[in-house]
């Protein structure tokens, strides 16, 4: 079964800093990659989609996250840091197989100023 | 364009009723998906409509259903409520298989 692992519940930065999130997949075969974004009493907001077209893919806010199918990762970053930025972060992927979107657990991302 | 859109915001129900929760998709979306976001068990996904078929479940029990209408909305009923069905209840739809799933604000629900 597909399965998506985030490293860290939790991530703090400083404003201005660089964020690094990430995010693992287990598939044979690589499936379509999302990041998603949520703020507090909030739905999910897209960030990017991978979908086998480019392997660094940029997204809103100044987000982009590089598919890397070797280490069947995903990791979302960004270059600085901004007090917006905090919220939490999902990854989340699909598979025909599946047939469904699965998430990851989450990353509560605090930025500190 | 319009979102997704759910009604209610929020519900407060006690244990053993019953509640309907709605979704309407953004235009065009033919897929709805309904997930499930209790606090600390992160996105569950519950149900899969298309066309007005259920095309998947998630591992939920009966109780537990749904329906797509017509015109692509769907509703969320769940029966004999218990306390652990106090959460954020999040509606998507989306155009096609190769799209992402574009979210509702979700509707919160309360179980006293």
């Known amino acids: 079964a597909q399965s998506v692992t985030q490293l860290g519940s939790h991530v703090s930065v400083s404003e201005g800093a660089l964020v690094l999130l990430r995010c693992n997949y287990s598939?044979?075969?690589?499936?379509?990659l999302f990041w998603y974004v949520q703020y507090p009493n909030q739905g999910l907001q897209l960030l990017l989609k991978y979908t086998s077209a480019a392997t660094l893919v940029k997204g809103i806010n100044g987000f982009e996250a590089e598919f890397k199918k070797s280490e069947t990762s995903f990791h979302l970053t960004k270059p600085s840091a901004h007090m917006s930025d905090a919220a939490e972060y999902f990854c989340?992927?699909?598979?025909?197989?599946?047939?469904?979107?699965?998430f990851g657990s989450g990353t509560q991302l605090t930025v500190l100023p | 364009e319009a979102g997704v859109t759910q009604s209610p915001t929020h519900l407060i129900k006690t244990r053993g009723q019953q509640v309907t929760l709605r979704c309407s998709p953004i235009?065009?979306?033919?897929?709805v998906y309904w997930y499930q976001q209790a606090l600390g068990l992160g996105l569950q996904f519950l149900l899969w409509y298309d066309e007005g078929e259920e095309r998947n479940r998630g591992n939920f029990p009966p109780r537990f259903s749904g329906r797509q209408f017509p015109n692509y909305s769907s509703e969320l009923n769940v029966n004999a409520l218990e306390l652990e069905d106090s959460a954020l209840y999040l509606c998507a739809s989306r155009l096609d298989r190769s799209q992402p799933q574009h979210f509702g604000d979700g509707t919160r629900l309360s179980i006293l």
């Open positions: 598939s044979s075969v690589p499936p379509y």
């Open positions: 989340a992927a699909f598979s025909g197989s599946a047939r469904q979107l699965t």
């Open positions: 235009s065009g979306h033919t897929s």
